[in-house]
C-alpha cells in the first residue's frame, strides 16, 4: 500500500476520493430537518448546551443540519439553517474534484496546480469562515431580540 501511494498523484487522488465516499456516506446515512439531524431515520436528539441554557446560538449552532440538507441538495433550507453548510460541502466538492483531476496531468503542470489548489482553499477558507460567523452573528443578533 505505502508504495502505491508513493507515485505521483496517489495521495491526491487517495484523499479527493476520500473526501467523496464522506460525502456520500453523510447523504445515504444521515437526513435532516430544521430541528434536528436523523441517523438512518433514528433523531439524534442532543441540544446545543449553550442554546438550551441562554437562549443563544452558539457558533456552530446548525451547522451540522446545515451540512447534511446541503448534501441532500436543499441548499435554500440549509442556507436558511446556517450559512456555512452549503458553502463548506461546495468548497469539500471543489476541493475534491481538484485533487483528482490532478493525476492526470504532466509533472510541470500539477506543481502549478498544487499552487493553485493550495491559494484556492485558503481564500475559500477565509471566505467560509467569514460566511459562517457572520451567519451565527445573524442568528445570534436575532436571539437577543
Known amino acids: 500500500m505505502a ?6 498523484g496517489a495521495a491526491p487522488t487517495a484523499v479527493g476520493l476520500f ?3 464522506q ?3 453523510g447523504r445515504l446515512l444521515l437526513d435532516a430537518d430544521e430541528l434536528r439531524v436523523y441517523v438512518l431515520g433514528h433523531p439524534i436528539n442532543w441540544a446545543c448546551a ?3 441554557r441562554f437562549g443563544l446560538p452558539c457558533p456552530t449552532c446548525g451547522l451540522t443540519r446545515s451540512i ?3 448534501l441532500h441538495g436543499e441548499i435554500a433550507r440549509a442556507w436558511n439553517v446556517a450559512p456555512g453548510g452549503p458553502v463548506a460541502v461546495l468548497g469539500c466538492l471543489a476541493l475534491a474534484i481538484a485533487l483528482l483531476l490532478l493525476n492526470g496531468v504532466a509533472p510541470r503542470l500539477r506543481e502549478r496546480m498544487k499552487t493553485a489548489i493550495r491559494s484556492g482553499a485558503l481564500a475559500y477558507a477565509a471566505i467560509a469562515a467569514t460566511v459562517w460567523i ?3 452573528a445573524a442568528q445570534f443578533t436575532a436571539a437577543l431580540r
Do not use: D, E, F
Open 3 to 8: 508504495q502505491s501511494l508513493s507515485r505521483p
Open 19 to 21: 473526501i467523496l465516499l
Open 23 to 25: 460525502m456520500a456516506a
Open 50 to 52: 449553550l442554546k438550551a
Open 68 to 70: 447534511v440538507l446541503s
Open 134 to 136: 457572520a451567519g451565527w
